[in-house]
């Protein structure tokens, strides 16, 4: 059997690339959906380890945009594997349209990290999560599923509410329900999207994204590979977005029980989210430092060198002494003067009850 397992690692990686930093594999999960998922192999890697650490990357995203981030969580002794969602990068589509986001339901999502947790390899092993955007919000479904499995969590600029300007929030999830089900657009673009534009996804016009350099290496699209790349959402995968998002803001007493210790990091000029909300949620969370990153974009770790430097060394301490940094992060946080904003953002979120 080891011998099998062997040969079938050393011929996953030789399938995909010689030159790649990750070995890879395709898992099964139990609705017999097939999704990649990449363990890192390049630098500062340990040949063995106790400590296992999940990457859930953001939506519109692949294994090899996670090497960079990889390569500096890895120095911190851990055992790093990447998870490609459905729909995205190799892991097998759910429309005929390679380049559309799609999801039926979010629970699909947590499937996808329940079948990459399931391998026996990580049985008595400390599992923790770094998840950004998407993924976030994917990691605190799955923290309130399982309170007590995961040791860590990074959440990096996680997904607690879209930005869905030009519409307001209160009118974005029932445009996205009519859509969906009365008009039967499910598997379809939403408004303002489309296949993959290389002038709206070049550097000068993207919102993850403010190092050249970083950007050119892993988030430039070559034409031959868009269709690795899904490049906008669909209907269905927006108002499941949406609805996943309001029903955590309404039922944040879920959050309680997750004994796991949290470092939630927000990006301040954040151009994707509504991040608004975040303090309602880590408000809701017992063992959670949280840090505003005042003038950083979507992506800390593909920012500006100041802000990227102060992130990872920010990553580092919590991952070093979690304790001390949850302790210290919340001792020099500054009193909040926005009580008022925030029973007003409580209040809206309970109002998409009625909807």
């Not at 860590?152 to 930005?163: G, H, Q, T, Y």
Request: net charge positive; glycine share 4%; with cysteine.
């Amino acid at each position: 059997m080891i011998v099998l397992v062997y040969l079938y690692c050393l011929f996953s990686t030789i399938l995909y690339s010689t030159n790649s930093a990750f070995e890879y594999h395709e898992l099964t999960t139990p609705d017999n959906v097939k999704i990649r998922v990449g363990r890192f192999c390049g630098e500062n890697t340990i040949s063995s380890s106790d400590k296992v650490l999940f990457i859930l990357p953001g939506l519109v995203s692949r294994i090899e945009r996670q090497e960079f981030l990889a390569q500096q969580l890895a120095s911190h002794g851990y055992d790093i594997w990447v998870l490609e969602f459905r729909g995205q990068g190799e892991s097998q589509r759910l429309v005929s349209n390679k380049q559309m986001i799609h999801v039926d339901d979010f629970g699909q999502y947590i499937t996808d990290v329940e079948t990459l947790a399931s391998l026996k390899q990580f049985q008595n092993k400390q599992i923790s999560l770094y998840a950004h955007s998407m993924g976030g919000q994917v990691a605190l479904q799955i923290l309130k599923k399982y309170p007590n499995k995961f040791q860590l969590a990074v959440l990096e600029a996680p997904m607690i509410r879209i930005n869905t300007s030009p519409f307001p929030l209160f009118f974005a999830e029932p445009m996205a329900y009519i859509f969906k089900n009365w008009l039967g657009k499910s598997k379809q673009y939403c408004l303002t999207c489309s296949d993959y534009d290389p002038i709206k996804l070049n550097f000068t016009n993207n919102r993850n994204c403010r190092d050249k350099d970083l950007f050119d290496q892993y988030y430039y699209i070559p034409e031959s590979k868009k269709e690795m790349i899904p490049s906008d959402p669909s209907w269905g995968w927006m108002y499941t977005a949406l609805t996943t998002s309001r029903q955590l803001l309404n039922n944040l007493y879920l959050l309680k029980p997750i004994t796991t210790k949290i470092f939630f990091a927000t990006a301040g000029n954040d151009k994707v989210l509504d991040t608004s909300y975040d303090k309602i949620v880590v408000s809701s969370l017992t063992k959670v430092a949280h840090k505003i990153y005042r003038e950083a974009y979507h992506s800390l770790v593909h920012d500006s060198l100041a802000i990227r430097k102060m992130f990872l060394q920010d990553i580092s301490s919590f991952l070093q002494n979690p304790d001390q940094f949850v302790h210290e992060t919340r001792k020099n946080a500054p009193s909040s003067n926005d009580i008022l904003d925030w029973l007003y953002k409580f209040l809206h979120s309970w109002t998409f009850k009625l909807l």
